[in-house]
């Protein structure tokens, strides 16, 4: 562009000549163009040559003279170009592309010619030249021969701008879609749809906004008349309804307004109703759910989400997902039965819901079940879903591991709820019933003690002189160790029920009904081979007592043999032993005993007549039975396939007491060299070697004795996997290493190579396991950086007013806050009972005491408060004056808030909505404040406090920083670190709750204070094993903050999530903690709620 | 006044040996202590039997004896301590009586002239001026001193200090000090073991040994819980009043479930477990 002349100077002769000229021709057809001319033309003049200037007014001309009504559009033309001249990237030569697709809309319509001239030049300066055709081509669509349309057109040069920031110019296609399919019904309708635009979608999200598009053309082409009563309710779920519930929901009601406008109107009137009755932490899943429905049928996801609260009254929430997939699979098959099954009105419907009102699920009865096995157990046992889980059936039954009882994850087997609770009552009796009654404590010590004798002489002999003392030692003895194991656990799970139900009236309540149930389908013992037949037995009278069979005589011999052997464990003082010793005395006959069918009869009544009339020593009859079956005197076993298995007992299921007495000595072992790690102390040889001896065939590769001297020891930590693998396989795996390289990782590991940071341990809280992850995190004590006492100086200047009246509140609340101090030789009121007691003295000649007043003092206030602050990366996030801040928790992660394509691009880019002058306040910046403004007070009042802030990332690296500590002043140095405090990274609360609980508990104050200034949900990448679910690190928190309460300390959590309402309760408990709506109040509401909870 | 302080301390004649039990050698260390006048520290839970123990000795020593004025004469003179318990509360005081002042002895003043056995329970909830009193009495001096009467009292021959203390929900700064300590035999009692805990229950309650036993047997499966929000386990007493009230005629299921459930926890599942425990031994 080229300058003319300077502002100020009078224009070139030529120039005005010109303008005289044309403003003549002008008067004669529109004043009102000739005077926007006139206004123009000075400007104008600047910048063009008088060329230019000429042609730049016929232009004029030629726009008035394309119809009789488009003398308006050249004063637009006119009044507009100054202004579209001052953009920098137009040129003259745009002056023709510019004013031609205004003469294209004045063919048409001189109003929307008009509308364009006046709102282009915005758009092309918010925008870009380039994109001006598209946005006049969106314009167009609207413009037909109706009259009204013009009106319509020019409503969208209009509002378009103002929805540009919203849409972005790519998002404008489907919003302009949708006014023209409405105004093709009504253009009133479209103009008013494009006026409200920005009133409504600018609260959207942006996916939110994509699908209210959809719905709004899906809703036009029924019936544009619901239009109007869309929005309206919008704005309703704005208030009422959740952000991440109104995503299924309007996908939802997509699907409805495809097929019918008015249904989806009603659809989304009663929604904010429905979700109302359902708990806000059940909304999105469940909604979630009617989604996926509603793609297949938009009638069952009308039926299923307006049912909801009914299907919730009748099912908890977490029954409703198999519930409502049942009722996918009708629906995909006819959707018609879908509509009725999510009615609830189908059969199928209610006989699911049944089926899943009886099923108990362990994660539901997890907690109780684990705390009715400590009760019993007085052990830390913990229960647990089975590994392998499919559903209640032969493959997944109850066992247990040393450390936990696993039980199968549902159990629907019973008729209703409380019997299926039962089952698992009973379970979880049984398998900790074996340690209750010291299965596992099994030793060949005390079998020998309790009945050497008794034992059949083959096996005496190898019993009195084993070396080994556990369980599978002593079935080793055996020719075949898995007849001889089976027999053991059978006697002792008959001696274990035994013992509960004698020990416990109720449980034998329970466990009978459980016992019937179970043995009502056992095989005939006819069907069974002569061996299998006799476990049969055994099985029959471990549990009933008894056969109920008809027996032949054969058998009823074996019968009566084998159930005298029982009654050894029927016994109110029988033991682990017992059991052991009466399976060594049943094993050599059901060992002899053939394990096929028709056999001839005469070899087995053979065998029961020795047994029958046996008239001897029965002991000796024994010792020889055995020495035949060891010996290999017994009928081959015809059959393949194994010849012990015997359906094991659901309530009894399955455990394998040898394999847990190892892993409870691994167990017991791995606690000691915890134990000697807690201490510094390093691993002792012998320690070490017990640890190898249980991998009996392991060697120490490549490391002799030398190595392993016990002085420059190893530390051992992370063998956790002990109990679950095999540990001394890992033990091994790591001594196979080079020792040297060994020793490194576990000192490194330890930390113990750095002695100047001050490192701590802290377990967290797992819900999904119900337990503490032991010594989970690690946390560093860091000092913030040493900063100047600038910040605090100033946030004191800018307050001091406020200062002042917090001081004076304060300070009045002082007295009534104190204690009263009785008996003091001088104070400010008198104390009535000294005083009355004085005058006695008086009357009885004792020299009365002085002490007759009282005071209230200011250390019998007796407080002492910790601030712990939230200092993670959100902290950054600045706060708007005015406007609410909208802090989210995660902004940390992602930050969209003005990413907009199609808006962001093109020449320049439009500014985002306004930007503060100077760069605001971030919340860091107001928590600091707020830390400022209460110390001033605590000062003022004398309150014990300390100052600290937390962050970190990841469990391994949780950092606590040091601002100031209870004894410390609130020095220079103090003042310097709260101004040296910087957003950082997460926010793991857990640990830096419990490393503040520490602090506290060392102070000994009446009234001890955990203070939490946060600004969002507890997180971090690795706070539980799914990153974006948030429960794990709300769970471990409120686990933390209980900790505190158990130590006499009141936390209380200050927060500025707006969001914060939907967690805290479930976290803090409903009254300890605050949900601060503006930022900005942060100092005031910390005050304020210090005041009250330390006025008691 | 007089009326306030008649409530703050208990003084009786025990005039039948008390029901007590034996857990471990707490008779003979008791003998022993007192036959060396040795003041004695009681701890334990609530409910374990602290009480009842001193009161069983004190018959013991003092079967049926009358005092030296040959007045009726209590063995043991009690005060529960609290808040608000200062030394003169233990010592005395004047009383106005018109216009005469009455000088009146504090419980502690009685026992130390009488030579009773003053038991100071819960000693941690009286203000810290008590301690001064206390401790003269409790070291060798074995005196008394009356500041308001310019009075020392030495200790009758048989007088003896017995405090108690409870460490299970005690604060740091609810500590007994360590000079106070240390002036003291320490015996610890903790709930009875199962099978004496029944005859306990069975005898204060009246109910059969059976109910007692499975009582009992109820007692020790809910104290494994302890760490589960249950400050402390269920206590001796209430198991016996659940036994009072089976006695009554309460179902034991709804009998546990008043006495023991709902007193001991507030937390609902921890109540459903005990439930479930309860329900697993009746
Ligand atoms: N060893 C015991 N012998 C007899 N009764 C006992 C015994 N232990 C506890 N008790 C009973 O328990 C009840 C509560 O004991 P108590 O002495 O009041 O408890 P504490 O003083 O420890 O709080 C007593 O009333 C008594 O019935
Ligand atoms: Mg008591």
Redesign the interface.
Same mark, same amino acid.
């Given at each position: 562009m080229t300058e003319h002349g300077s502002s100020g100077s009078p224009l070139d002769s030529s120039y005005q000549e010109k303008i005289a000229q044309v403003s003549e021709r002008l008067s004669s057809s529109s004043f009102r163009a000739d005077v926007e001319f006139k206004r123009a033309s000075t400007a104008m003049a600047r910048v063009l040559s008088l060329k230019e200037f000429e042609l730049w007014a016929n232009l004029g001309f030629e726009l008035g003279n394309i119809s009789g009504r488009s003398w308006d559009c050249a004063t637009e033309y006119f009044k507009s170009s100054p202004i579209v001249m001052e953009i920098e990237v137009f040129a003259f030569l745009d002056l023709h592309q510019w004013v031609g697709h205004g003469k294209e809309l004045a063919a048409i319509s001189a109003e929307a010619a008009a509308s364009y001239f006046k709102h282009s030049p915005r758009f092309i300066n918010e925008v870009d030249l380039w994109s001006l055709d598209k946005w006049v081509q969106l314009g167009r669509r609207l413009l037909d021969d109706h009259w009204k349309s013009s009106k319509l057109t020019s409503a969208y040069f209009r509002t378009s701008l103002e929805c540009l920031p919203i849409f972005g110019l790519k998002g404008m296609e489907e919003w302009v879609k949708v006014a023209a399919a409405l105004s093709s019904h009504s253009h009133d309708v479209g103009q008013r749809f494009l006026e409200d635009s920005r009133l409504w979608f600018a609260p959207l999200t942006d996916a939110e906004r994509e699908k209210v598009l959809q719905i709004s053309m899906a809703m036009a082409a029924d019936d544009y008349t619901s239009i109007p009563k869309f929005f309206p309710l919008l704005e309703l779920h704005q208030k009422k309804v959740k952000t991440e519930v109104r995503k299924p929901l309007y996908e939802i009601c997509l699907n409805i307004a495809a097929q019918s406008a008015e249904d989806a109107l009603a659809f989304l009137e009663s929604a904010p109703l429905v979700l109302s009755r359902i708990e806000s932490k059940d909304q999105i899943h469940l909604a979630a759910l009617g989604s996926k429905l509603s793609d297949i049928s938009w009638e069952a996801a009308m039926e299923y989400v307006n049912n909801l609260p009914e299907i919730l009254a009748t099912l908890p929430a977490h029954k409703v997902p198999p519930w409502f997939e049942a009722g996918m699979e009708v629906t995909t098959e006819n959707a018609h039965a879908g509509t009725a099954y999510y009615a609830m009105e189908s059969r199928r419907s209610q006989e699911e819901i049944t089926r899943l009102q009886r099923t108990v699920h362990l994660e539901d009865i997890n @907690?109780?079940l684990n !705390?009715?096995a400590?009760? !019993?157990?007085?052990r830390k046992l913990k229960i647990k879903k089975l590994e392998k889980e499919s559903g209640l059936s032969a493959t997944a039954l109850p066992t247990t591991d040393g450390e936990y009882i696993q039980l199968p994850d549902k159990v629907a087997e019973y008729e209703d709820y409380t019997k299926n609770f039962k089952w698992y009552?009973v379970a979880t009796?049984h398998q900790a019933g074996y340690y209750e009654y010291d299965t596992f404590c099994f030793s060949i010590r005390a079998l020998k003690e309790t009945g050497l004798g008794e034992i059949p002489r083959g096996l005496r002999e190898k019993v009195a002189r084993s070396e080994r003392n556990d369980l599978e030692g002593f079935f080793q003895m055996f020719n075949e160790p898995s007849l001889a194991s089976m027999l053991f656990r059978l006697m002792e799970d008959g001696r274990v029920d035994y013992l509960l139900r004698t =020990?416990? @009236?109720? !449980?034998k309540r329970?466990m009978l009904p459980i016992m019937e149930h179970a043995m009502a389908e056992r095989p005939p013992l006819r069907s069974l081979t002569p061996r299998r037949a006799a476990l049969e037995m055994l099985l029959h009278i471990t549990t009933l007592g008894e056969v109920r069979e008809n027996l032949d005589p054969a058998s009823e011999v074996f019968y009566n043999f084998i159930r005298g052997e029982v009654q050894r464990v029927f016994d109110a003082d029988a033991t682990v032993s017992d059991s052991a010793l009466a399976a060594a005395r049943v094993y050599p006959l059901i060992k002899k005993l053939p394990d096929m069918k028709g056999l001839r009869r005469e070899i087995i009544e053979a065998l029961a007549e020795r047994l029958g009339n046996y008239d001897g020593d029965i002991d000796e009859l024994l010792d020889m039975l055995l020495a035949e079956a060891e010996a290999g005197d017994t009928l081959e076993d015809l059959e393949g396939g194994d010849p012990y298995l015997l359906d094991v007992l659901e309530f009894r299921g399955d455990t394998k007491p040898e394999e847990v007495q190892k892993l409870m000595k691994l167990k017991e072992i791995k606690d000691n060299i915890d134990k000697l790690n807690e201490h510094g102390v390093p691993l002792p040889l012998d320690l070490l070697k017990e640890l190898l001896k249980m991998g009996a065939e392991m060697d120490i590769i490549g490391m002799d004795e030398e190595d392993l001297d016990s002085s420059s020891g190893l530390f051992i930590t992370n063998i956790d996997g002990l109990s679950e693998i095999p540990a001394y396989k890992k033990v091994k795996e790591m001594l196979e290493e080079e020792p040297e390289t060994l020793q490194q990782l576990l000192y490194g590991d330890m930390g113990i190579n750095d002695p100047l940071e001050s490192i701590y341990y802290y377990d967290e809280w797992d819900h999904l396991i119900d337990d503490y992850r032991s010594k989970w995190c690690k946390l560093k004590e860091l000092s913030p950086g040493d900063g100047d006492t600038q910040f605090v100086e100033e946030t004191l200047k800018d307050n001091s007013e406020i200062i002042n009246v917090i001081r004076r509140q304060f300070q009045l609340l002082r007295p009534e806050m104190f204690r009263k101090v009785k008996k003091l030789e001088s104070g400010e009121e008198i104390d009535i009972d000294s005083a009355i007691?004085a005058v006695?003295?008086k @009357?009885?000649n !004792?020299t009365p005491s002085e002490k007759v007043y009282q005071r209230r003092d200011k250390r019998e206030r007796d407080v002492s408060a910790l601030f712990l602050l939230d200092v993670s990366a959100s902290t950054d996030e600045e706060v708007e004056k005015n406007t609410p801040a909208l802090p989210t928790a995660d902004t940390s992660w992602k930050d969209d808030k003005y990413s907009n394509p199609g808006y962001a691009r093109g020449g320049g880019g439009p500014p985002p909505p306004p930007e503060p002058s100077k760069k605001g306040k971030r919340i860091i910046d107001i928590e600091k404040e707020a830390l400022i403004l209460m110390a001033e007070a605590l000062e003022s009042i004398g309150d014990e406090y300390a100052v600290f802030g937390f962050s970190g990332y990841g469990r391994d690296n949780v950092e606590f920083f040091t601002i100031k500590e209870f004894p410390e002043r609130y020095s220079d140095k103090v003042k310097g670190r709260i101004g040296a405090i910087r957003p950082q990274r997460s926010t793991r609360m857990g640990p830096a709750i419990r490393h503040a609980i520490s602090k506290l508990?060392k102070a000994?104050? @009446?009234l001890k204070l955990l203070i939490l200034l946060s600004d969002g949900y507890p997180q971090d990448f690795d706070y539980g094993k799914d990153r974006t679910s948030k429960e794990y690190g709300i769970e471990d928190t409120a686990k933390a903050l209980h900790e505190a309460r158990e130590k =006499?300390i009141h936390p209380f959590l200050i927060t500025v999530d707006p969001a914060g309402n939907d967690y805290l309760k479930d976290m803090c408990g409903k009254n300890d903690y605050m949900v601060i709506e503006k930022v900005s109040s942060l100092p005031q509401e910390l005050l304020r709620t210090y005041r009250t909870l330390t006025y008691r | 006044m007089a009326k306030a302080q008649e409530q703050t301390y208990k003084e009786y004649r025990i005039r039948e040996e008390p029901f007590y039990i034996a857990v471990e050698d707490e008779v003979e260390i008791f003998n022993a202590a007192y036959e060396a006048r040795l003041p004695l520290l009681l701890k334990g839970p609530t409910g374990c039997g602290k009480t009842r123990f001193i009161e069983y000795m004190a018959y013991m020593l003092y079967p049926d004896e009358e005092g030296d004025d040959g007045e009726a004469f209590s063995q043991l003179i009690t005060v529960a301590c609290h808040e608000d318990l200062t030394a003169s509360d233990l010592v005395g005081r004047y009383l106005l009586e018109g216009e005469e002042t009455v000088w009146i002895d504090g419980p502690l003043t009685k026992a130390v002239k009488t030579g009773a056995i003053c038991y100071l329970d819960e000693i941690v909830e009286a203000r810290k001026d008590t301690t001064v009193v206390i401790h003269p009495l409790a070291d060798h001096r074995r005196i008394l001193s009356i500041e308001k009467r310019n009075q020392v009292i030495e200790a009758h021959p048989d007088f003896l200090m017995a405090i108690s203390y409870n460490p299970g929900y005690q604060s740091v700064f609810k500590d007994i000090k360590q000079s106070t300590r240390q002036r003291f035999v320490s015996i610890e009692f903790d709930y009875p073991p199962a099978d004496i805990e029944k005859e306990i229950i069975s005898h204060e309650s009246g109910m059969d040994i059976e109910v007692a036993a499975d009582l009992a047997k109820l007692g020790e499966k809910v104290r494994n819980l302890k760490e589960h929000g249950l400050e402390e386990g269920v206590s001796t007493r209430l198991l016996i009043y659940t036994g009072q009230l089976i006695a009554g005629g309460v179902n034991p299921l709804r009998a546990c479930q008043v006495a023991i459930t709902n007193t001991i926890t507030d937390e609902k599942e921890v109540q459903k477990a005990i439930d479930e425990l309860v329900s697993t031994v009746f």
């Amino acid at each position: 562009m080229t300058e003319h002349g300077s502002s100020g100077s009078p224009l070139d002769s030529s120039y005005q000549e010109k303008i005289a000229q044309v403003s003549e021709r002008l008067s004669s057809s529109s004043f009102r163009a000739d005077v926007e001319f006139k206004r123009a033309s000075t400007a104008m003049a600047r910048v063009l040559s008088l060329k230019e200037f000429e042609l730049w007014a016929n232009l004029g001309f030629e726009l008035g003279n394309i119809s009789g009504r488009s003398w308006d559009c050249a004063t637009e033309y006119f009044k507009s170009s100054p202004i579209v001249m001052e953009i920098e990237v137009f040129a003259f030569l745009d002056l023709h592309q510019w004013v031609g697709h205004g003469k294209e809309l004045a063919a048409i319509s001189a109003e929307a010619a008009a509308s364009y001239f006046k709102h282009s030049p915005r758009f092309i300066n918010e925008v870009d030249l380039w994109s001006l055709d598209k946005w006049v081509q969106l314009g167009r669509r609207l413009l037909d021969d109706h009259w009204k349309s013009s009106k319509l057109t020019s409503a969208y040069f209009r509002t378009s701008l103002e929805c540009l920031p919203i849409f972005g110019l790519k998002g404008m296609e489907e919003w302009v879609k949708v006014a023209a399919a409405l105004s093709s019904h009504s253009h009133d309708v479209g103009q008013r749809f494009l006026e409200d635009s920005r009133l409504w979608f600018a609260p959207l999200t942006d996916a939110e906004r994509e699908k209210v598009l959809q719905i709004s053309m899906a809703m036009a082409a029924d019936d544009y008349t619901s239009i109007p009563k869309f929005f309206p309710l919008l704005e309703l779920h704005q208030k009422k309804v959740k952000t991440e519930v109104r995503k299924p929901l309007y996908e939802i009601c997509l699907n409805i307004a495809a097929q019918s406008a008015e249904d989806a109107l009603a659809f989304l009137e009663s929604a904010p109703l429905v979700l109302s009755r359902i708990e806000s932490k059940d909304q999105i899943h469940l909604a979630a759910l009617g989604s996926k429905l509603s793609d297949i049928s938009w009638e069952a996801a009308m039926e299923y989400v307006n049912n909801l609260p009914e299907i919730l009254a009748t099912l908890p929430a977490h029954k409703v997902p198999p519930w409502f997939e049942a009722g996918m699979e009708v629906t995909t098959e006819n959707a018609h039965a879908g509509t009725a099954y999510y009615a609830m009105e189908s059969r199928r419907s209610q006989e699911e819901i049944t089926r899943l009102q009886r099923t108990v699920h362990l994660e539901d009865i997890n @907690r109780l079940l684990n !705390l009715y096995a400590e009760g !019993l157990t007085a052990r830390k046992l913990k229960i647990k879903k089975l590994e392998k889980e499919s559903g209640l059936s032969a493959t997944a039954l109850p066992t247990t591991d040393g450390e936990y009882i696993q039980l199968p994850d549902k159990v629907a087997e019973y008729e209703d709820y409380t019997k299926n609770f039962k089952w698992y009552k009973v379970a979880t009796a049984h398998q900790a019933g074996y340690y209750e009654y010291d299965t596992f404590c099994f030793s060949i010590r005390a079998l020998k003690e309790t009945g050497l004798g008794e034992i059949p002489r083959g096996l005496r002999e190898k019993v009195a002189r084993s070396e080994r003392n556990d369980l599978e030692g002593f079935f080793q003895m055996f020719n075949e160790p898995s007849l001889a194991s089976m027999l053991f656990r059978l006697m002792e799970d008959g001696r274990v029920d035994y013992l509960l139900r004698t =020990n416990y @009236r109720g !449980l034998k309540r329970d466990m009978l009904p459980i016992m019937e149930h179970a043995m009502a389908e056992r095989p005939p013992l006819r069907s069974l081979t002569p061996r299998r037949a006799a476990l049969e037995m055994l099985l029959h009278i471990t549990t009933l007592g008894e056969v109920r069979e008809n027996l032949d005589p054969a058998s009823e011999v074996f019968y009566n043999f084998i159930r005298g052997e029982v009654q050894r464990v029927f016994d109110a003082d029988a033991t682990v032993s017992d059991s052991a010793l009466a399976a060594a005395r049943v094993y050599p006959l059901i060992k002899k005993l053939p394990d096929m069918k028709g056999l001839r009869r005469e070899i087995i009544e053979a065998l029961a007549e020795r047994l029958g009339n046996y008239d001897g020593d029965i002991d000796e009859l024994l010792d020889m039975l055995l020495a035949e079956a060891e010996a290999g005197d017994t009928l081959e076993d015809l059959e393949g396939g194994d010849p012990y298995l015997l359906d094991v007992l659901e309530f009894r299921g399955d455990t394998k007491p040898e394999e847990v007495q190892k892993l409870m000595k691994l167990k017991e072992i791995k606690d000691n060299i915890d134990k000697l790690n807690e201490h510094g102390v390093p691993l002792p040889l012998d320690l070490l070697k017990e640890l190898l001896k249980m991998g009996a065939e392991m060697d120490i590769i490549g490391m002799d004795e030398e190595d392993l001297d016990s002085s420059s020891g190893l530390f051992i930590t992370n063998i956790d996997g002990l109990s679950e693998i095999p540990a001394y396989k890992k033990v091994k795996e790591m001594l196979e290493e080079e020792p040297e390289t060994l020793q490194q990782l576990l000192y490194g590991d330890m930390g113990i190579n750095d002695p100047l940071e001050s490192i701590y341990y802290y377990d967290e809280w797992d819900h999904l396991i119900d337990d503490y992850r032991s010594k989970w995190c690690k946390l560093k004590e860091l000092s913030p950086g040493d900063g100047d006492t600038q910040f605090v100086e100033e946030t004191l200047k800018d307050n001091s007013e406020i200062i002042n009246v917090i001081r004076r509140q304060f300070q009045l609340l002082r007295p009534e806050m104190f204690r009263k101090v009785k008996k003091l030789e001088s104070g400010e009121e008198i104390d009535i009972d000294s005083a009355i007691q004085a005058v006695i003295d008086k @009357r009885c000649n !004792l020299t009365p005491s002085e002490k007759v007043y009282q005071r209230r003092d200011k250390r019998e206030r007796d407080v002492s408060a910790l601030f712990l602050l939230d200092v993670s990366a959100s902290t950054d996030e600045e706060v708007e004056k005015n406007t609410p801040a909208l802090p989210t928790a995660d902004t940390s992660w992602k930050d969209d808030k003005y990413s907009n394509p199609g808006y962001a691009r093109g020449g320049g880019g439009p500014p985002p909505p306004p930007e503060p002058s100077k760069k605001g306040k971030r919340i860091i910046d107001i928590e600091k404040e707020a830390l400022i403004l209460m110390a001033e007070a605590l000062e003022s009042i004398g309150d014990e406090y300390a100052v600290f802030g937390f962050s970190g990332y990841g469990r391994d690296n949780v950092e606590f920083f040091t601002i100031k500590e209870f004894p410390e002043r609130y020095s220079d140095k103090v003042k310097g670190r709260i101004g040296a405090i910087r957003p950082q990274r997460s926010t793991r609360m857990g640990p830096a709750i419990r490393h503040a609980i520490s602090k506290l508990d060392k102070a000994d104050s @009446r009234l001890k204070l955990l203070i939490l200034l946060s600004d969002g949900y507890p997180q971090d990448f690795d706070y539980g094993k799914d990153r974006t679910s948030k429960e794990y690190g709300i769970e471990d928190t409120a686990k933390a903050l209980h900790e505190a309460r158990e130590k =006499n300390i009141h936390p209380f959590l200050i927060t500025v999530d707006p969001a914060g309402n939907d967690y805290l309760k479930d976290m803090c408990g409903k009254n300890d903690y605050m949900v601060i709506e503006k930022v900005s109040s942060l100092p005031q509401e910390l005050l304020r709620t210090y005041r009250t909870l330390t006025y008691r | 006044m007089a009326k306030a302080q008649e409530q703050t301390y208990k003084e009786y004649r025990i005039r039948e040996e008390p029901f007590y039990i034996a857990v471990e050698d707490e008779v003979e260390i008791f003998n022993a202590a007192y036959e060396a006048r040795l003041p004695l520290l009681l701890k334990g839970p609530t409910g374990c039997g602290k009480t009842r123990f001193i009161e069983y000795m004190a018959y013991m020593l003092y079967p049926d004896e009358e005092g030296d004025d040959g007045e009726a004469f209590s063995q043991l003179i009690t005060v529960a301590c609290h808040e608000d318990l200062t030394a003169s509360d233990l010592v005395g005081r004047y009383l106005l009586e018109g216009e005469e002042t009455v000088w009146i002895d504090g419980p502690l003043t009685k026992a130390v002239k009488t030579g009773a056995i003053c038991y100071l329970d819960e000693i941690v909830e009286a203000r810290k001026d008590t301690t001064v009193v206390i401790h003269p009495l409790a070291d060798h001096r074995r005196i008394l001193s009356i500041e308001k009467r310019n009075q020392v009292i030495e200790a009758h021959p048989d007088f003896l200090m017995a405090i108690s203390y409870n460490p299970g929900y005690q604060s740091v700064f609810k500590d007994i000090k360590q000079s106070t300590r240390q002036r003291f035999v320490s015996i610890e009692f903790d709930y009875p073991p199962a099978d004496i805990e029944k005859e306990i229950i069975s005898h204060e309650s009246g109910m059969d040994i059976e109910v007692a036993a499975d009582l009992a047997k109820l007692g020790e499966k809910v104290r494994n819980l302890k760490e589960h929000g249950l400050e402390e386990g269920v206590s001796t007493r209430l198991l016996i009043y659940t036994g009072q009230l089976i006695a009554g005629g309460v179902n034991p299921l709804r009998a546990c479930q008043v006495a023991i459930t709902n007193t001991i926890t507030d937390e609902k599942e921890v109540q459903k477990a005990i439930d479930e425990l309860v329900s697993t031994v009746f």
